[in-house]
């Protein structure tokens, strides 16, 4: 699988969109990028994935760049509940691979 | 919907003793897949089960670890006999979908194993 670069820290005001930033400028045409977070002492919990077309759920909208070379998380109204690892991962589309975590993108939401 | 449970949330176990951990995947998901998380380490893969069938056990550390998921429902993994450097989390994820289908992983709350 392809590797990601995430900065290592962001922090965010309350109540205003974080934005985290991913590069995986060798991912291949066929894998996906995934993003997922963990909250202290939770499992690693999905937010959202996407091909080369920007998705958007209840969580949260991802932007992907027209060459798939990098790739935005955005949370649209962070809350202090927001504040966890964010990890950037891209995935092979084929047989249900596993997922490959780096150390992943501290986002701390400052009250 | 239940999500993936894991028993127990913590053990605490002396080295060279047994422990067995369980995982019970949601309900119809076909993938299971073990991880682990070493203190101040990355969260790594240990193996991928597709039914009862092991798809990929790459990530195994070595052979005092086997997994098992007989009839392709629940999982354990045994650590036999536990060593110091075993201690971390344990967590256990599944997925829906045959090969594919690119369907995300869901994820247990782990099990915090710490041998002494």
């Known amino acids: 699988d392809a590797k990601t670069t995430q900065p290592p820290s962001m922090d965010c005001a309350e109540g205003r969109a974080a934005n985290l930033p991913c590069n995986h400028s060798?991912?291949?045409?066929?894998?996906?990028v995934y993003w997922y977070r963990q909250i202290h002492s939770q499992g690693p919990q999905y937010i959202i994935h996407g091909l080369k077309n920007n998705e958007t759920n209840e969580m949260a909208s991802l932007i992907i760049t027209e060459d798939r070379k990098s790739s935005t998380l955005i949370l649209p109204h962070a809350t202090l509940r927001d504040t966890a690892v964010y990890y950037c991962i891209v995935r092979s589309n084929f047989g249900n691979e596993k997922l490959t975590f780096g150390t992943g993108t501290r986002l701390t939401i400052i009250p | 919907e239940a999500g993936v449970t894991q028993f127990p949330s913590h053990s605490v176990i002396e080295k060279g003793q047994t422990v067995t951990l369980r995982c019970d995947p949601i309900s119809g998901h076909d993938n299971l897949y073990w991880y682990r998380r070493v203190m101040g380490k990355e969260i790594k893969f240990l193996l991928h089960?597709?039914?009862?069938?092991?798809?990929?056990e790459s990530g195994m550390p070595n052979n005092r670890f086997l997994a098992e998921r007989t009839g392709g429902t629940y999982s354990t993994l045994k650590v036999q006999p536990a060593e110091l450097e075993d201690s971390g989390v344990y967590f256990c994820?599944?997925?829906?979908?045959?090969?594919?289908?690119?369907?995300?992983?869901?994820f247990g709350n782990g099990t915090r194993l710490t041998v002494t």
């Open positions: 060798t991912i291949s045409g066929n894998e996906y």
């Open positions: 089960f597709v039914k009862e069938s092991k798809q990929d």
């Open positions: 994820a599944s997925s829906e979908g045959g090969r594919g289908d690119n369907s995300p992983l869901h």
